[in-house]
């Protein structure tokens, strides 16, 4: 039986990076390619039903006892626009403690004091990069701790519950549950495996939402511009300085929550800035919205109306509303870590899960914990211990009655 640690190095090394630009879906048809070769994989274990839909979806089913619920798990397969998932170059390293190379030529090195997590981990095998990319756990860890798990099933027989694998692209820019078939899944209640170090469970997340400015402006030659000119880029700015900095990202922890600029560009004629909005509380989440558009309406009352344009949508809401009456799930998470030496750590998702829109339509799905930490960049990394420990978690999940 293969090892979830050579399921995982064979996943990344699929480019799957998603992209926020694109309409289409799934949004980079490269995604397909790990789809379709999970589906084969899945067809050669023994999972008679697996298939990939038009969009980039996959699914299959575990048989279980009919008499237990049908507890589905799922991941997303797309990596993170942050950071390049191509031609990955993952190694294990056997950790001791210290700073880890990852990159001589180029004096790429992971650092216990850049991040002081490492220390958690002495005496693990670790997964890292050569630096240059992402290492792809967020969420090739899950994806392939559930097909471990799967295989497990299938291999030991006895009684678990059916299982119900679903596998989503576009996670990353917010799309994974856009096209998701919850009927067709068929689950009782659902987990992704799409969370951070061992332990964690996380069943309440971001209220988000993503915000766009557009500012029109008027170019003249700078040399008779006095009096004409409207420059764009100016007034953005000024949009900018108008908002809250104490609620930047970089300010804020545990429950705080922030306006994001995360992209901006412009001429004198023409500027946009794009954000992302996040907040846990729904009326402190309100109020952030307000703030931009009290800025928005400030600024075209300066210089005109329809000088700046605002144009707010929101993502995905805190699921904590949807797992509050069906607490039964969390904690049949938490027996069965606790079942294979897990401490159990509710922790608050500081970002969305596919799973906080899936518990909107109806199918109660908190977030487990992969193992992987430092996500979306360059000093990402995994263990092959807190991998390993994380099928059994699975294994129990559905076994455990």
């Known amino acids: 039986m293969e090892s979830v640690v050579d399921r995982f190095l064979r996943y990344v090394s699929f480019d799957t990076q998603s992209d926020e630009s694109s309409s289409a879906c799934p949004s980079t048809p490269k995604q397909k390619l790990l789809g379709a070769a999970l589906v084969e994989e899945m067809l050669a274990m023994g999972i008679s039903d697996a298939r990939m839909d038009a969009y980039g979806y996959v699914y299959g089913t575990v048989p279980g006892d009919p008499q237990l619920p049908t507890i589905g798990l799922i991941a997303h397969m797309d990596t993170s626009p942050d950071a390049s998932g191509r031609n990955v170059q993952a190694r294990i390293v056997a950790y001791e403690g210290g700073d880890i190379c990852l990159n001589q030529g180029k004096g790429i090195y992971l650092r216990e004091r850049d991040y002081p997590n490492l220390k958690n981990h002495r005496g693990k095998h670790l997964i890292v990069t050569d630096g240059t990319t992402l290492l792809g756990a967020d969420d090739k860890a ?9 295989q497990t099933l299938l291999a030991q027989g006895g009684r678990h519950a059916t299982l119900k694998i679903g596998f989503t692209p576009d996670e990353e820019i917010g799309r994974g549950a856009d096209k998701f078939d919850v009927a067709g899944f068929g689950a009782d209640y659902a987990y992704t495996a799409d969370g ?49 900095v104490q609620q ?5 922890q545990d429950y705080e929550g922030f306006i994001h600029l995360t992209g901006m560009r412009g001429t004198v004629e023409d500027a946009r800035l794009h954000y992302i909005i996040r907040d846990h509380d729904m009326e402190r989440f309100r109020e952030k919205k307000a703030v931009m558009t009290a800025a928005a309406a400030f600024l075209n009352a300066k210089y005109g109306e329809g000088t700046v344009e605002l144009d707010i949508r929101d993502s995905y809401f805190n699921m904590r509303s949807c797992i509050e009456p069906c607490m039964y799930v969390v904690e049949r998470a938490k027996a069965a870590m606790r079942a294979v030496g897990m401490e159990p750590v509710e922790v608050p998702i500081r970002g969305g899960t596919d799973g906080a829109r899936l518990s909107y339509e109806g199918l109660p799905c908190p977030n487990l914990c992969t193992g992987g930490e430092n996500y979306h960049g360059r000093f990402e990394f995994i263990s092959v211990e807190d991998m390993e420990l994380c099928v059994k978690m699975l294994v129990q999940i559905l076994t455990g009655f």
């Open 248 to 252: 930047r990202p970089e300010y804020t």
């Open 196 to 244: 951070g170090p061992v332990g964690q469970i996380e069943y309440e997340n971001f209220n988000a939402a993503g915000a766009t400015v557009t500012v029109h402006g008027l170019n003249i030659h700078p040399g008779s511009a006095k009096g004409k000119m409207v420059n764009a880029q100016l007034i953005a700015m000024e949009f900018q300085s108008l908002l809250p």
């Open 142 to 150: 899950g994806v392939a701790q559930i097909m471990a798990a799967a």
